[in-house]
């Protein structure tokens, strides 16, 4: 049984001091371990937000981006050893953003979900088509080679912890959501590729996440998918409402 996981990305949003706030209302409110949560922030406000959940052990907080390489001269990155001391849980790898505006390839995406899982981080890694994609229905084709590049060569021990996010460009910031058949026939195509390449009792482990505009009127009928494990949350995650999307998927 797969145990579902939401995440809200709070992408370039979110002071430490707001982080901090906000996360100490959301430690309140999530109080059992139904629904795995967590955040992830600006690395300014990693330290902030992992002190302001110590004492929750249902929320995680994630970081957006990693370097794969352990250290060295790499002005503006962050190593993995950096998020492990940081206290991370999770960190999103390959977002359609980080392809899109600072050109993250899908092998940068494959060596960062290495060195991840080595140091027992959770690798989110994100896949997703265009609009023009899905449009000339080489869509499915699009997130095959993206999970197939990402995924490629990794430890099996270790492939079962990734959680994969199915964010189709065309619904991120857009209110545009896929409908449930459209992101249930995706994250099962996904499913279908990490069978595979690595069996299927390794494919059925895997959490694969639905995101783009995701919102608390919406969440519960994509969760009732049975190939949709949670959901990687933009917009709605800044909110105090972020609590009916976590509800939904109880
Ligand atoms: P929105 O929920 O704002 O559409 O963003 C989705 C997303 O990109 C999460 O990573």
Redesign the pocket.
Known sequence: MRKKVVIG?WKMNMTAEEAKNFLRFMSVEVKDDEVEVGFAVPYTALWASIDAVRDNEYIGIAAQNVHFEPRGAYTGEISVEMLKEAGVKYCIIG?SERRQYFNETDEAVNKKAKVLLENGITPVI?VGETLEEREANVHMGRIEDQIRKAIDNIDVRFVDKIII?Y?PIW???TGKTASKEQAEEMCSHIRYNVAKMYGLNVADNVRIQY????NESNAKELFEMPNIDGA?????SLKPTFTNIIKAAR
Not at 211 to 214: A, H, K, L, P, T
Not at 232 to 236: F, Y
Request: aromatic content about 0%; overall charge negative; some cysteine.
């Open positions: 990305n977002h994100c996010a964010e619904a991120i910031g995101g783009g505009s995701v990687l949350v933009g917009g709605a």
